[in-house]
């Protein structure tokens, strides 16, 4: 998966993004709009963020459902194990 380097607001440091995945995308969508386009949006990949935003700029993005927290956890787990 490719990744980028970005200045995440929340973390308020530098950190790797990947792009948002399937159920990422339909959490935004649900929350901005069905219309609301998610094709190019990136989530911080620092341990407990929450924070996705648009390629460019940090304007546009927002925080993903407390449930992702959980599993990106888990997710983390499963890879280091």
Same mark, same amino acid.
């Given at each position: 998966?490719?990744?980028?380097?970005?200045?995440?607001?929340?973390?308020?440091?530098?950190?790797?993004?990947?792009?948002?995945?399937?159920?990422?995308?339909?959490?935004?969508r649900e929350? %901005? !709009?069905?219309?609301? *386009?998610?094709g190019n $949006?990136?989530?911080?990949?620092? %341990? !407990?963020?929450?924070? *996705?935003?648009?390629? $460019?700029?940090?304007?546009?993005?927002?925080?993903?459902?407390?449930?992702f927290r959980?599993?990106?956890?888990?997710?983390?787990?499963?890879?280091?194990?």
């Amino acid at each position: 998966m490719t990744e980028i380097e970005r200045e995440c607001p929340t973390c308020r440091s530098r950190q790797a993004f990947r792009r948002l995945n399937v159920a990422e995308q339909a959490a935004v969508r649900e929350d %901005k !709009g069905a219309r609301h *386009y998610v094709g190019n $949006l990136w989530r911080c990949k620092a %341990k !407990g963020c929450l924070w *996705y935003q648009p390629y $460019l700029h940090t304007r546009g993005g927002g925080l993903l459902p407390e449930k992702f927290r959980e599993e990106e956890a888990t997710a983390q787990e499963g890879a280091d194990g």
